[in-house]
């Protein structure tokens, strides 16, 4: 079986996977006659398939972007046969435009199956999903702002759907979700600073000067810590740098942290220590 130098959840580009693996620079399934393997990407960014793990397996969409696929054609039949016509499978993923996230070796952990799908056209049509585990234990945990970073791209693509395509993809789509687990940094926050400031509030919003909209199971004003120049940005964990705001606020911030907003918050008056 062909092993390439390569780490799971390592990064590199269309070029560097074409020059380890000798095989075509683009399509989702390409096999490789010199390394006796088959790289399948899935693209999150462009394809139109809806691939997904589910737990330990990921469901792989085959070949075919247009009318009913085959389980016969091209590398739909490499892929389906690879547990027995010893080529091996290498997944890689695509969350970033332009790189290539190799998850490692792949084999089937099923039978093939058939679902209905969109093609590129929009119209239904029945697709193979091959079900594969990874040959290792656990697969590689991706950064949690690198799924952030993909939702974002396809929430901006949906933005720009017309009503009626917008409506046909959210009919149309999988009702099983997909999951995975991610990796993030945990900043460590100091509880007393936290606390400080929501007192020092006095149930009121420090951005838009509203009481706080409910009362906790304590009885206690609801609001919210927020670091003005965010903690992963650099931002100190001080008093001078949280504020305590309500829900909505808070959120506004953390999408659109508008600079007249921060602007207010810093002259919030001044706290002591």
Same mark, same amino acid.
């Given at each position: 079986?062909?092993?390439?130098?390569?780490?799971?959840?390592?990064?590199?580009?269309?070029?560097?996977?074409?020059?380890?693996?000798?095989?075509?620079?683009?399509?989702?399934?390409?096999?490789?006659?010199?390394?006796?393997?088959?790289?399948?990407?899935?693209?999150?960014?462009?394809?139109?398939?809806?691939?997904?793990?589910?737990?330990?397996?990921?469901?792989?969409?085959?070949?075919?972007?247009?009318?009913?696929?085959?389980?016969?054609?091209?590398?739909?039949?490499?892929?389906?046969?690879?547990?027995? +016509? !010893?080529?091996? /499978?290498?997944?890689? %993923?695509?969350?970033?435009?332009?790189?290539? #996230?190799?998850? $490692?070796?792949?084999?089937?952990?099923?039978?093939?199956?058939?679902?209905?799908?969109?093609?590129?056209?929009?119209?239904?049509?029945?697709?193979?999903?091959?079900?594969?585990?990874?040959?290792?234990?656990?697969?590689?945990?991706?950064?949690?702002?690198?799924?952030?970073?993909?939702?974002?791209?396809?929430?901006?693509?949906?933005?720009?759907?017309?009503?009626?395509?917008?409506?046909?993809?959210?009919?149309?789509?999988?009702?099983?979700?997909?999951?995975?687990?991610?990796?993030?940094?945990?900043?460590?926050?100091?509880?007393?600073?936290?606390?400080?400031?929501?007192?020092?509030?006095?149930?009121?919003?420090?951005?838009?000067?509203?009481?706080?909209?409910?009362? +906790? !199971?304590?009885? /206690?004003?609801?609001? %919210?810590?927020?670091?003005?120049?965010?903690? #992963?940005?650099? $931002?100190?964990?001080?008093?001078?740098?949280?504020?305590?705001?309500?829900?909505?606020?808070?959120?506004?911030?953390?999408?659109?942290?508008?600079?007249?907003?921060?602007?207010?918050?810093?002259?919030?008056?001044?706290?002591?220590?």
């Amino acid at each position: 079986m062909f092993e390439p130098e390569l780490k799971s959840g390592q990064e590199i580009s269309n070029g560097e996977l074409r020059e380890i693996f000798k095989c075509s620079p683009q399509g989702g399934m390409r096999k490789s006659n010199k390394t006796n393997s088959l790289v399948i990407v899935s693209n999150h960014i462009e394809s139109i398939y809806n691939d997904r793990w589910i737990d330990k397996i990921f469901h792989y969409t085959g070949m075919g972007q247009s009318g009913d696929q085959s389980i016969d054609f091209m590398q739909n039949k490499t892929l389906a046969e690879s547990n027995i +016509n !010893q080529v091996s /499978v290498h997944l890689f %993923e695509v969350f970033k435009d332009l790189v290539y #996230s190799y998850i $490692g070796v792949v084999k089937l952990s099923g039978h093939p199956y058939s679902e209905k799908q969109p093609d590129q056209n929009g119209l239904d049509r029945k697709v193979f999903v091959f079900p594969l585990k990874l040959t290792s234990d656990e697969k590689p945990l991706l950064k949690k702002s690198e799924i952030d970073n993909l939702q974002h791209v396809k929430e901006k693509k949906a933005i720009r759907l017309s009503d009626d395509e917008l409506e046909k993809r959210a009919l149309k789509s999988i009702k099983k979700a997909g999951n995975r687990t991610v990796s993030t940094t945990q900043h460590d926050r100091s509880p007393w600073i936290s606390e400080y400031i929501k007192r020092k509030a006095n149930g009121v919003c420090q951005l838009c000067n509203k009481k706080a909209p409910f009362l +906790n !199971q304590k009885g /206690v004003p609801y609001l %919210e810590t927020h670091h003005i120049i965010w903690l #992963s940005k650099g $931002g100190e964990d001080s008093v001078h740098n949280t504020v305590a705001l309500c829900p909505n606020c808070h959120r506004k911030m953390h999408i659109l942290n508008n600079k007249s907003d921060r602007d207010i918050l810093t002259h919030v008056p001044a706290k002591n220590n």
